[in-house]
């Protein structure tokens, strides 16, 4: 996390406050991030960039900083901008009122110097009014008498440590980023880039950072996986997804703006591409009659003469010439578009009961007996703060881990599916080869039936590249969707979705928040995911 100037020197209002960037062109290795992307941030605006994990996100923030240097294009910044990133260097030393002394400097000299000048004033040095006319100007507009209590409600908002004495070093990651965090929503700054601000933050945290930002009287650029904070933050959305055309796409309207946009602009890019494909083969198959009726169809009946079949001989060569020109003319210039999930029809074991538990509890894990029973189509949100034993509640149900008390017990071939937090990191085999030695596996233990094997490509997780690269070279999203994967490669009766959301894109989690209203599995959910509680709100509940 940086402040960009550290000293936020004043600046003359018709000059403040606007960040453009022009022609931007980013590149790493061989493959370019960003390309002939222009933007430009003022006071007013309200911007989410959106986009899967390895779309440029965080470089496009750099860029805009000044943090890293584009390939090509300009960025030009006027006012003062703070940057709020997912890590914190920390000095070996530094202590929290370290940290909050560097942020608030700009505050504390700005009072400074308006005392020095009100004294220089009263001593009736020369030109003292003046500078104390811009000193007291320099002042408010940092609104610097109140900085140190903005911070210190901020600090307690988000649930930051307070004691200044405190080394950074012996904070935790989420620790040290709330106290930044805190420091840069207590500060008075024109332009303000987020990456990702909701890591670490519980509940009351999340509630403050989003009546902060609302509230916030500059530009804000927020790059975030957290749709309710961007519904509540944005109204205008830079999605960095794959394009039709290979553009980053603007939205209007705000989050709803882009979904609806984005749903209708994938709806005809998927048209126009199965129109273009079917052409294709329709021209294909055209050649393919042509030529064979240059073979033999064009033969006439026994005792015609040499003379007729001379005579429609060229003509029908030039059918066939005619035919290969038309496929060759025709381009394939819309391309495939992006993958969509496509969950696979989970069964149900109707007049049964799946999977029961009575009074389990797990030491130092799950404390409270808890009680859960479950049915074909049945579900079931499990609530409660970090620690309170979420993820072992579903692990004790999934029998992956024996209770210490009470019971479980699952009916006979029921199927049951764990997407856990973390998932299994199987060394240097490609994703295909991990998913097809899971089918075997399920098929040779008569967990599943051959016919109910599904090719990986069919799930719409991961691209044919993807599926063919080293797990480890895949990104944390592209392992999670792996995951899911394997989870619904076993056509679960009972599906037990441990933080679903974590690592997946936007757009994927409502496809798969669709298709989890839809199945007739038993599905138990855990989720911070703000929106995921929201669209499951009519489930039944399980407070932990």
């Not at 923030?61 to 260097?89: F, I, K, M, N």
């Not at 496929?327 to 149900?348: I, N, Y």
């Not at 016919?451 to 990104?475: M, N, T, Y």
Request: charged share 25%; aromatic share 2%; net charge neutral.
């Amino acid at each position: 996390m940086s402040t960009v100037p550290a000293h936020r020197p004043a600046v003359p209002e018709e000059e403040r406050a606007q960040l453009v960037a022009t022609g931007i062109r980013l590149v790493r290795g061989t493959r370019t991030v960003l390309d002939g992307l222009d933007l430009t941030v003022t006071p007013t605006t309200r911007l989410g960039v959106v986009g899967e994990n390895g779309r440029g996100k965080t470089s496009l923030l750099g860029v805009l900083s000044g943090a890293l240097h584009p390939d090509a294009g300009t960025v030009r910044r006027t006012g003062t901008l703070a940057v709020v990133d997912q890590e914190l260097p920390v000095p070996v030393e530094a202590t929290v009122g370290d940290l909050l002394d560097v942020e608030l400097a700009a505050e504390h000299a700005a009072v400074a110097h308006v005392q020095d000048a009100a004294r220089a004033l009263a001593a009736g040095a020369p030109g003292a009014d003046e500078d104390y006319a811009r000193a007291l100007t320099t002042a408010q507009a940092l609104d610097a008498w109140d900085a140190d209590r903005r911070v210190d409600l901020a600090l307690q908002a988000l649930g930051a440590v307070t004691d200044r004495s405190r080394v950074l070093s012996t904070l935790s990651v989420g620790q040290r980023y709330r106290v930044r965090l805190a420091c840069l929503l207590g500060t008075v700054h024109d332009l303000l880039l987020l990456d990702e601000p909701t890591n670490h933050l519980d509940a009351a945290g999340l509630a403050h950072l989003g009546a902060a930002l609302r509230e916030f009287r500059g530009g804000v650029v927020l790059v975030s996986h957290d749709r309710r904070l961007l519904g509540q933050v944005v109204d205008t959305v830079l999605d960095l997804d794959p394009s039709r055309d290979g553009r980053p796409r603007w939205y209007g309207g705000g989050m709803a703006g882009w979904r609806a946009g984005r749903t209708a602009e994938r709806s005809r890019w998927i048209h126009d591409h199965q129109e273009q494909l079917a052409e294709h083969a329709r021209l294909g198959d055209d050649l393919a009659r042509a030529r064979s009726r240059l073979v033999d169809g064009w033969r006439p009946e026994k005792g015609t003469g040499k003379h007729t079949r001379a005579t429609r001989a060229p003509g029908i060569v030039r059918s066939v010439h005619r035919r290969q020109a038309d496929l060759e003319r025709h381009r394939l210039d819309v391309p495939e578009p992006p993958l969509a999930l496509s969950v696979p029809e989970l069964p149900a074991l109707p007049d049964a009961g799946l999977v029961r538990a009575e009074g389990v509890t797990v030491t130092g894990r799950l404390p409270r007996p808890v009680d859960v029973g479950l049915g074909s189509g049945d579900r079931l949100a499990v609530r409660g703060p970090n620690g309170v034993g979420k993820s072992t509640l579903l692990q004790v149900l999934a029998g992956a881990l024996a209770p210490d008390t009470g019971s479980r017990a699952a009916a006979p071939g029921v199927r049951i599916g764990l997407l856990a937090q973390e998932g299994a990191r199987p060394g240097n085999r490609c994703a295909q080869e991990v998913y097809e030695q899971e089918l075997v596996r399920l098929v040779l233990a008569g967990r599943l039936d051959e016919s109910e094997v599904l090719p990986l490509s069919e799930l719409g997780l991961l691209a044919a590249q993807d599926r063919r690269r080293p797990v480890a070279e895949l990104s944390a999203g592209q392992r999670r969707r792996l995951d899911l994967a394997l989870v619904l490669a076993a056509r679960p009766h009972v599906l037990l979705l441990d933080e679903p959301t974590n690592h997946l894109s936007m757009v994927l989690v409502d496809e798969l928040t669709a298709a989890l209203a839809a199945t007739a599995a038993a599905v138990v959910l855990t989720t911070h995911d703000r929106q995921l509680q929201r669209d499951t709100k009519g489930w039944p509940r399980l407070v932990l």
